[in-house]
T-cell receptor, first 108, second 116 residues
Framework: DAKTTQPNSMESNEEEPVHLPCNHS???????IHWYRQLPSQGPEYVIH???SNVNNRMASLAIAEDRKSSTLILHRATLRDAAVYYC?????????FGQGTRLTINP | DTGVSQDPRHKITKRGQNVTFRCDPI?????LYWYRQTLGQGPEFLTY????????KSRLLSDRFSAERPKGSFSTLEIQRTEQGDSAMYLC??????????????FGPGTRLTVL
């Protein structure tokens, strides 16, 4: 299973943008890049995914490097409810292979 | 609420006892997944069903674990002769047929198992 590397933790302030990085240098050509987040005491929640092009949805934006060896999840205006563990996942098959994720803290 | 539901939400048992968890996926989702999450770690894949067929099992799924999905609707995960190392959050997720590899998985709230 292809591996991702994320910082263990990040901190940001409310109403500011947040950029969460992910390195995936061993990504294969058919792997999708997925981001999920897990709020305290809840199951993981889908955030966004992409293959090659940058993607936007109501929750976030995903910026994918041209060589696909890294990506960045962008929360445009963080709120306290965005405090969670964010997982960057390469999906080459049906199952999701989670790493340790990045614990995001939002300061009021 | 039409999300994935799991029952029970919490289970405390004594070592050596058998436990069974239930997962009800989102209606018409033909794919169903089980994951296990220990404290401070990300979820780990256990097994995956497409309709009633169990298509993949992780090596984490020892002989004491069995999962079923009769009729391709709800699923059960049974752990026999529980051990303290089985203490974890057991998560269920589902996804529709149309999603392929690119689609999202919808997770339930999980069942927290504590083995004393």
């Amino acid at each position: 299973d292809a591996k991702t590397t994320q910082p263990n933790s990040m901190e940001s302030n409310e109403e500011e943008p947040v950029h969460l990085p992910c390195n995936h240098s061993t990504i294969s050509g058919t792997d999708y890049i997925h981001w999920y987040r897990q709020l305290p005491s809840q199951g993981p929640e889908y955030v966004i995914h992409g293959l090659t092009s940058n993607v936007n949805n109501r929750m976030a934006s995903l910026a994918i490097a041209e060589d696909r060896k890294s990506s960045t999840l962008i929360l445009h205006r963080a709120t306290l409810r965005d405090a969670a563990v964010y997982y960057c996942i390469l999906q080459g098959a049906q199952k999701l292979v989670f790493g340790q994720g990045t614990r995001l803290t939002i300061n009021p | 609420d039409t999300g994935v539901s799991q029952d029970p939400r919490h289970k405390i048992t004594k070592r050596g006892q058998n436990v069974t968890f239930r997962c009800d996926p989102i209606s018409e989702h033909n794919r169903l997944y089980w994951y296990r999450q220990t404290l401070g770690q990300g979820p780990e894949f256990l097994t995956y069903f497409q309709n009633e067929a169990q298509l993949e099992k992780s090596r984490l799924l020892s002989d004491r674990f069995s999962a079923e999905r009769p009729k391709g609707s709800f699923s059960t995960l049974e752990i026999q002769r529980t051990e303290q190392g089985d203490s974890a959050m057991y998560l269920c997720a589902s996804s529709p047929r149309s999603s392929g590899r690119a689609g999202e998985q919808f997770f339930g709230p999980g069942t927290r198992l504590t083995v004393l």
